[in-house]
């Protein structure tokens, strides 16, 4: 959405004493971004409201997508330093992720598990998606928790594993996939069998091997934090889901499309700021560079679940330990801005 100014800034900032429109014309023609020295682009400057220096969005490290909500502070001005770490207790993580309470809770990880005879091995052959599988240690687990836990809280958002549908937004009896354009690709019966797996063993606390890490470049992000298996589910991407034309001129930056209907009345997207999952964390690839589809590792894919549109990020190839996870944002619509992504 284009700005009514030449420069991006919060809406909610306070106000100023307006000074002659000549003068104010010519203070914005001499700000320069302080990173890269260049005025060009006067419509991705973004001003401090402390300093009313100007800065690129995509020179900022990390990089913002689009103009936070409400006052933004440039780094200088915020003393910006890297997020409060949720506290490693066991009793407060189980709360924060609402774990079912069990007294395996400590001990389930340190168990081995029974091997499926043939099920894996047949789900290779026909292409079936595999369950993540859990670190062994519980302690470990808990670190996991610990850094999405984390994220969320600097974020200012909740846990939220499913789906959610608000007075106001759009209905559940929305999400129809039938209304798809072009149709919708079934998710087999097995495959949402192991969707539901999944969901329940992060129930009870049994969580994926991932750990979301602060970057200085890329800010939030996700590593796997043991080794992955193609075709593994890795999360699906949940939050509050809305009609798109409520959200056509939302700041948000991570709305994902979840419907997109041949009246686009109909079209639906998922809004991830306020209640959302580790999916929100995940970072996409640079479309422009020639390396950028090197780094991707996972794909988002829109399902019919159930008679339900459903979007899960499945592992398009074996991941190493330590890898970052990222995806292709442009999947779909070939609208998401990646140019300047790292």
């Keep these: 959405m284009s700005p009514k100014t030449p420069f991006r800034r919060r809406t909610r900032a306070p106000a100023r004493r307006s000074p002659p429109l000549e003068a104010e014309e010519n203070r914005f023609e001499s700000i320069q971004c302080e990173e890269c ?23 900022l490290r990390p990089i913002l997508a689009c103009v936070p909500q409400g006052l933004w502070f440039c780094p200088s001005c915020s003393a910006h330093k890297k997020p409060k770490q949720f506290p490693l207790v066991q009793t407060k993580i189980v709360d924060f992720f609402r774990i079912q309470r069990s007294s395996e809770f400590e001990t389930r ?18 292409r079936k998606l595999l369950p993540f599988n859990p670190s062994e240690d519980p302690k470990r687990r808990l670190e996991q928790m610990q850094s999405l836990a984390t994220a969320l809280t600097a974020t200012g958002a909740e846990f939220s594993n499913e789906l959610t549908y608000l007075p106001g937004m759009a209905p559940r009896s929305a999400n129809c996939s039938a209304l798809e354009q072009g149709g ?6 097995e495959d949402t069998e192991t969707l539901n797996h999944c969901k329940r ?18 800010g ?23 009609y798109l034309k409520n959200r056509e001129h939302d700041d948000g930056d991570s709305m994902m499309t979840l419907l997109s209907a041949k009246d686009q009345s109909k079209s639906l997207v998922i809004c991830p700021d306020k209640r959302s999952n580790i999916a929100r964390f995940i970072n996409g690839i640079n479309n422009h560079m020639p390396d950028g ?7 988002c894919v829109r399902f019919n679940v159930d008679g339900e549109c459903r979007v899960l990020l499945i592992a398009i190839r074996d991941i190493s330990k330590g890898e970052r996870l990222y995806y292709d944002y442009n999947g779909y619509e070939q609208e998401y801005p990646t140019q300047h992504f790292v």
């Design 201 to 218: 063993m992060m129930e009870m606390g049994e969580w994926p091997p991932l750990l979301v890490v602060y970057d200085s470049r890329e």
């Design 109 to 126: 990880g340190g168990r081995k598990r029974k091997k499926k005879t043939g099920g894996l091995v047949v789900a290779k052959k026909k």
């Design 293 to 299: 589809r090197k780094k991707q590792n996972l794909k």
């Design 220 to 242: 939030f992000t996700v590593e796997a934090d043991r080794f992955i298996k193609d075709l593994t589910i890795i999360t699906e991407y949940v939050g509050d889901v809305d």
């Design 37 to 59: 020295g260049s005025g060009e682009f006067g419509d991705e400057l973004l001003l401090c409201d402390r300093c009313d220096r100007g800065f690129h969005l995509y020179c």
């Design 184 to 189: 919708m690709q079934v998710l087999s019966k």
